[in-house]
């Protein structure tokens, strides 16, 4: 399906990875395609090698695009929020609202094969978690987290909101059931319900 409006005189690379998010939400990793790419954003199939040198590159590039935007939306439900419980229940929320709504590309940001560009991935993914952190040192200083235990609690809970979202995309949990299901999970959490 080619673009109504082809890509002229403007910032290729990124006409490039914003086509590759709709296909990707379309068909999967599997239907990207730099040359399909190339033609839907209506330049020469050589033209995207400068920014992409192959397809693992492109891979790359839209799972570290992808690791940016779950950050984004991550900092914007965090700082929404003055209170620690609230933080923790709005940073879950957004996270398992990304992972339904693009889960072609959670599924790629989390299980791909790295390239040359896997140190860029795996910053992105860093950076992306970072607002997580964040909850648990607010919920340290509110008190009703222990000392050491941000990281460890940040990464509890992505596992669990990444499961939550696996078990949905896979069919196992129904999706009217997610909201529930994260509910119970995040009142797990230390102060979760203060």
Not at 39 to 52: C, I, L, N, Q
Not at 122 to 148: M, N, S
Not at 163 to 181: F, R
């Amino acid at each position: 399906m080619t673009q109504t409006r082809p890509y002229h005189h403007g910032n290729l690379r990124q006409a490039v990875l914003d086509r590759a998010a709709v296909v990707l939400r379309e068909r999967g990793a599997a239907g990207l395609s730099l040359r399909e790419l190339s033609a839907d954003v209506g330049v020469s199939h050589a033209a995207p090698r400068r920014h992409f040198a192959d397809r693992q590159a492109l891979l790359d590039a839209v799972a570290a695009d992808g690791f940016a935007r779950l950050g984004t939306r991550l900092r914007e439900a965090v700082d929404a929020h003055p209170r620690y419980a609230d933080r923790l229940r709005a940073a879950a929320t957004a996270y398992l609202d990304f992972g339904l709504t693009e889960a072609n590309l959670v599924e790629l940001m989390f299980a791909h094969q790295r390239g040359a560009g896997g140190a860029q991935v795996r910053q992105g993914a860093t950076d992306a978690f970072e607002p997580l952190l964040d909850v648990f040192r607010h919920g340290r200083q509110e008190g009703v987290v222990a000392d050491g235990d941000a990281e460890r609690l940040g990464l509890l809970l992505v596992a669990t909101v990444q499961g939550i979202t696996n078990l949905v995309a896979c069919g196992v949990v129904p999706a009217a059931e997610a909201g529930a299901l994260l509910d119970a999970a995040v009142g797990r959490f230390p102060g979760a319900g203060a």
